[in-house]
């Protein structure tokens, strides 16, 4: 048993009007998902990903409204790493980034840039061979568009801990020395440990909540059953709607969350409405309009394109 990478990535802003206009309008990512936090339905989880909100481009977030910026630490992921098709991709997203007024580190066959929260995001070729995830956008050419996750970059309190659940648990390949690769047969993401910064960790707007390895339905229960023989506490099984989660702390501190690749986004409702409305799992459903009265309005990031093509 193997993962298929990253399925989801899970962050905090403290914004969601700015935070739908950063992901949409300038990085380009499809606005999949108005729903509400599961496990407090008074604040929007907003779900960003590629046309058909594909595990493995799957950025989420749940919104504080005013919180204020955290501070990546010990026991998180503090960067994103996205594909891009090619070097002229990484130009046109330095152009891009610099024409919004964002800060773009370029170097080394990558560009780094941060939301306007401080979340860390990096940019690289694309080698992976996987099939690109990819959302319309009508600025950004398919082409030069982001491809969904390569990795992520992590700070562990106890890196050998997180290395041996890694590798013993989760069937991960170590690379270079700081990074472990989860390959299924459908997709591949990695997560790589660096020194942790000496000042404590703050969780709040703009950090890592938590991420989600993929799986199938087929496979998440014998998983559930690797956890309980190593004696590592979890979650149990969860019904995320869109799909079903195991979650459990990793030894160096890391939230990390089991979740299946089915049933998916269209669940609720064909591709073409993913993101219009907001979308609440049939137990929330009698508290709809107590929910939105409470929630935060925002557009549909779409409701002034022209009609394009698919
Ligand atoms: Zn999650």
Not at 6 to 14: V, Y
Not at 72 to 80: D, E
Not at 196 to 224: K, V
Request: proline fraction near 8%; avoid cysteine; charged fraction near 25%.
């Amino acid at each position: 048993m193997r993962f298929d990478g990253i399925h989801h990535i899970t962050a905090i802003t403290g914004d969601a009007p700015r935070n739908v206009d950063f992901y949409t309008r300038v990085l380009g990512l499809r606005l999949t998902a108005k729903s509400v936090n599961q496990d407090d339905p008074s604040v929007y989880h907003l779900f960003y990903g590629d046309e058909v909100g594909s595990p493995g481009a799957d950025l989420t977030f749940f919104e504080y409204p005013g919180a204020l910026p955290g501070r990546a630490g010990a026991g998180m992921v503090h960067r994103i790493v996205w594909r891009v098709g090619s070097a002229e991709a990484l130009a046109f997203w330095a152009d891009r980034l610099e024409a919004e007024a964002v800060d773009v580190e370029r170097g080394g066959g990558s560009l780094r840039f941060a939301d306007f929260e401080g979340l860390e995001h990096e940019l690289v070729v694309d080698e992976s061979g996987d099939p690109p995830l990819v959302a319309v956008h009508p600025e950004i050419p398919a082409e030069l568009a982001l491809h969904g996750f390569e990795g992520v970059r992590a700070y562990s309190y106890r890196p050998q801990s997180t290395a041996a659940v890694l590798e013993r648990l989760m069937n991960a390949e170590p690379q270079d020395g700081d990074r472990w690769e989860l390959r299924g047969d459908a997709r591949r993401g990695w997560i790589a440990l660096d020194t942790i910064p000496d000042e404590p960790a703050r969780q709040s707007a703009g950090t890592i909540h938590h991420i989600a390895w993929n799986t199938t339905e087929a496979e998440h229960g014998r998983w559930l059953e690797v956890l309980q023989e190593a004696g590592i506490p979890n979650s149990g099984l969860v019904d995320r709607h869109y799909f079903r989660s195991i979650y459990f702390r990793e030894p160096g501190g890391i939230l990390f969350e089991l979740a299946t690749a089915e049933p998916g986004f269209t669940v609720d409702g064909p591709v073409e409405e993913l993101g219009t409305r907001i979308i609440l799992p049939p137990w929330l459903e009698q508290q709809r309009p107590a929910i939105e009265s409470r929630l935060t309005p925002l557009p549909d990031p779409r409701a002034d394109w022209a009609p394009v093509t698919r």
